[in-house]
């Protein structure tokens, strides 16, 4: 079966490195996706990794994946109030559509 | 240029009443998507367009819930004799491009919240 989980909470302050976990039981997910989501609005694409990756580096963003352990990361550098938000992880499988996603972590960054 | 919207943002309807909620993904896009987001969780998939036909629809929960999108472009999702169980936001998201064509992107809209009373 497919199932993506995430710790639910996170707190920073602000200007240190976030990091947001997941793990996921579907080896077969070729795709994982990071999304983000701010308070009444929808979810905002961050980025995304083909499992053929181990890492990719988006500004102040960094995705890594650990295949073997079915593990995936985001890393936000320098954190800023504005990336309170909840941040769900997400995975699909090649040839399909749909996106499995992790119940989101709340991040919270004070000052 | 012109993201995801979806109508009403809001909508509040009895127990029992039938409810239309409507996607406009961003223009050119030919594959669409309809989630459920419940409180507290991640979105859940219900139905897949790519053009004008229903090419994956085995997450509707049951047959009181049905989608259209009969010109490939804008998408209704309807549900009949609403439940209480059926209160949720309701995410519609669109790709440029169906599988195997190099989409990896889905775009959100900012989703309807629909209660029912």
């Known amino acids: 079966g497919e199932d993506v989980e995430q710790s639910l909470f996170l707190s920073v302050r602000e200007g240190d490195s976030s990091v947001i976990n997941c793990t996921y039981t579907d080896s077969s997910s070729t795709y994982l996706y990071w999304y983000k989501q701010e308070p009444g609005a929808g979810l905002q694409l961050l980025t995304y990794?083909?499992?053929?990756?181990d890492m990719k580096q988006d500004q102040r963003l960094t995705v890594l994946l650990n295949k073997k352990d079915k593990h995936l990361s985001l890393r936000i550098a320098d954190t800023q109030t504005g990336d309170s938000a909840i941040y769900f992880c997400?995975?699909?499988?090649?040839?399909?559509?749909?996106?499995?996603f992790g119940a989101g972590t709340r991040l919270a960054v004070h000052p | 240029g012109a993201g995801v919207s979806q109508t009403p943002s809001n909508k509040v309807t009895e127990k029992g009443k039938y409810v239309e909620l409507r996607c406009d993904p961003i223009s050119g896009h030919t594959a669409l998507y309809w989630y459920r987001q419940s409180l507290g969780q991640g979105p859940e998939f219900l139905i897949y367009?790519?053009?004008?036909?229903?090419?994956?629809d085995s997450g509707l929960p049951n047959d009181r819930f049905f989608a259209v999108r009969p010109e490939g472009s804008v998408s209704t999702l309807k549900i009949q004799r609403t439940e209480r169980g059926d209160s949720a936001v309701y995410l519609c998201?669109?790709?440029?491009?169906?599988?195997?064509?190099?989409?990896?992107?889905?775009?959100f809209g900012p989703g309807t919240r629909l209660t029912v009373t």
């Open positions: 990794i083909f499992s053929n990756m």
């Open positions: 998201a669109s790709s440029p491009h169906g599988p195997g064509t190099g989409d990896f992107e889905q775009y």
């Open positions: 997400a995975g699909r499988r090649d040839g399909y559509n749909k996106l499995i």
């Open positions: 367009f790519q053009g004008t036909g229903a090419a994956d």
